[in-house]
């Protein structure tokens, strides 16, 4: 294999749902592994050619379009890792949104339940943190996106912590603690239903009507959830790895 792995998603910011959402977290994939910041990478790409790039945790709309067209990476193999599509409109998305943004691809998985194309949830369920037990201390938690939802009025009722609290062991046992967890964060309701917790969501956008787990989701723990997603995710990760095989 010539050439590094260019894993690019969102590395700067203060969002944990984006920062933790990058595969390269979690998987350890064969050979040298650069972790990139999207939005540098676009302005200004390394001088290497990479061996393949892996997209994922922030690294979607039209950051992915712009990353699949760039005349330096023709002939690399690209790999969309869980990646989402939303709009400030509240509703479903159209059910094909994916279809035409996985073209030039070689490997494009998404974490939209309900939309064509390969289901592949967020790669952040591989965190450690999950695997811990955690007890219930509150009836009710609160988590807020710092930047567009804050849910600052929640402080007179509840606990509250905002996706801008950049450690991932705090923000999962904060969203454990709780028996439902309100949240107007992705990340923080998809997060809050892998640990079995009930969720009341404040949706911002049409990216709430596609979290996981798909319908019927009237009971508040679905058993497996968890270890479903991360094999789901184990199972890409092995394909990827057949890519750079095949390109030995």
Same mark, same amino acid.
């Given at each position: 294999?010539?050439?590094?792995?260019?894993?690019?998603?969102?590395?700067?910011?203060?969002?944990?749902?984006?920062?933790?959402?990058?595969?390269?977290?979690?998987?350890?994939?064969?050979?040298? %592994?650069?972790?990139?910041?999207?939005r540098r990478? +676009?302005?200004?790409?390394? =001088?290497?050619?990479?061996?393949?790039?892996?997209?994922?945790?922030?690294?979607?709309?039209?950051?992915?379009?712009?990353?699949?067209?760039?005349?330096?990476?023709?002939?690399?193999?690209?790999?969309?890792?869980?990646?989402? %599509?939303?709009?400030?409109?509240?509703?479903?998305?159209?059910? $094909?949104?994916?279809?035409?943004?996985?073209?030039?691809?070689?490997?494009?998985?998404?974490?939209?339940?309900?939309?064509?194309?390969?289901?592949?949830?967020?790669?952040?369920?591989?965190?450690?943190?999950?695997?811990?037990?955690?007890?219930i201390?509150?009836?009710?938690?609160?988590?807020?996106?710092?930047? +567009?939802?804050?849910? $600052?009025?929640?402080?007179?009722?509840?606990?509250?912590?905002?996706?801008?609290?950049?450690?991932?062991?705090?923000?999962?046992?904060?969203?454990?603690?709780?028996?439902?967890?309100v949240?107007?964060?992705?990340?923080g309701?998809?997060?809050?239903?892998?640990?079995?917790? =009930?969720v009341?969501? %404040?949706?911002?956008?049409?990216?709430?009507?596609?979290?996981?787990?798909a319908?019927?989701?009237?009971?508040?723990?679905?058993?497996?959830? +968890? $270890?479903?997603h991360?094999?789901?995710?184990?199972?890409?990760? =092995?394909? %990827?790895?057949?890519?750079?095989?095949?390109?030995?």
């Amino acid at each position: 294999m010539s050439g590094p792995i260019h894993a690019i998603h969102i590395r700067r910011g203060k969002n944990i749902g984006d920062l933790m959402s990058s595969p390269a977290l979690y998987f350890k994939f064969p050979g040298k %592994v650069k972790r990139l910041d999207i939005r540098r990478y +676009l302005r200004a790409p390394p =001088k290497e050619r990479p061996a393949l790039v892996v997209a994922g945790g922030g690294a979607w709309k039209r950051n992915l379009a712009r990353l699949r067209r760039l005349p330096y990476l023709a002939g690399v193999p690209k790999v969309a890792w869980g990646v989402g %599509v939303t709009s400030s409109k509240l509703g479903p998305i159209p059910r $094909n949104a994916h279809t035409k943004r996985a073209r030039g691809w070689t490997l494009y998985g998404h974490r939209d339940v309900g939309l064509a194309g390969r289901f592949l949830p967020c790669a952040s369920c591989m965190h450690p943190a999950f695997d811990r037990p955690y007890a219930i201390e509150h009836e009710t938690v609160y988590f807020g996106h710092a930047l +567009l939802a804050p849910m $600052n009025w929640a402080k007179r009722i509840g606990p509250l912590m905002t996706n801008a609290t950049l450690d991932m062991d705090k923000v999962i046992a904060f969203l454990a603690s709780g028996e439902v967890v309100v949240t107007s964060s992705y990340h923080g309701a998809y997060w809050a239903r892998l640990l079995g917790r =009930k969720v009341a969501l %404040v949706p911002r956008g049409s990216k709430f009507w596609h979290l996981p787990p798909a319908p019927p989701r009237e009971k508040p723990f679905l058993p497996g959830i +968890l $270890n479903e997603h991360k094999e789901l995710n184990r199972a890409f990760f =092995k394909e %990827v790895c057949g890519l750079l095989e095949a390109a030995e």
